[in-house]
C-alpha cells in the first residue's frame, strides 16, 4: 500500500511559477513509476508527466511541454512538478500517482493516449488544488 500526499497548491499568477511536492510513503520500495495528473471542474483527468522510477526519463503531455518540469528525490520518496508560466485556464486540482505495474513509463507512454494514461496508475494522493490568476 503506497500513500501519497500532494502539498504546494495555492494561488498563482499567470506567467509565474508554482511547485508542487508529492511525499509518498508505504509500499515495499520506491521502485514505481511516477506521474502528476489534473482534473478541472467538470472535465476528465489529465495526465501532466510522469516519470521513472530511477528518475532518469520523464515525459509531458503536451499541454505543458516545455513549462513544467518533473522530478524525484528517491532519498526524501518525493516527486515534485515545477510549473512555469502557468496559463488561467490550468486551475485544476492536481494529483500525484503511483503506478506499480509491471509496464514501465516509457511504454506506457508510448502505447497509451494520453486520456488513458491515468488507467495504469495504482495510487492517489488526495489532490492540491492551483489556481492561476490572470
Known amino acids: 500500500q503506497v500513500q501519497l500526499v500532494e502539498s504546494g497548491g495555492g494561488l498563482v499568477q499567470a506567467g509565474g511559477s508554482l511547485r508542487l511536492s508529492c511525499a509518498a510513503s508505504g509500499g515495499t520500495s520506491s521502485r514505481y513509476d511516477m506521474g502528476w495528473f489534473r482534473q478541472a471542474p467538470g472535465k476528465e483527468r489529465e495526465w501532466v508527466a510522469s516519470?521513472?522510477?530511477?528518475?532518469?526519463?520523464?515525459y509531458y503531455g503536451d499541454a505543458v511541454k516545455g513549462r513544467f518540469t518533473i522530478s524525484r528525490d528517491n532519498t526524501k520518496t518525493t516527486m515534485y512538478v515545477q510549473m512555469t508560466s502557468p496559463k488561467t485556464e490550468e486551475k485544476a486540482v492536481y494529483y500525484c500517482?503511483?503506478?506499480?505495474?509491471?509496464?514501465?513509463?516509457?511504454?506506457?507512454?508510448?502505447?497509451?493516449?494520453?486520456?488513458?494514461?491515468?488507467?495504469?496508475?495504482?495510487?492517489w494522493g488526495q489532490g492540491t488544488k492551483v489556481t492561476v490568476s490572470s
Open positions: 516519470i521513472s522510477w530511477s528518475g532518469g526519463k520523464s
Open positions: 500517482g503511483a503506478n506499480i505495474g509491471w509496464r514501465e513509463v516509457d511504454a506506457v507512454v508510448a502505447t497509451l493516449r494520453p486520456e488513458d494514461i491515468h488507467w495504469e496508475y495504482d495510487y
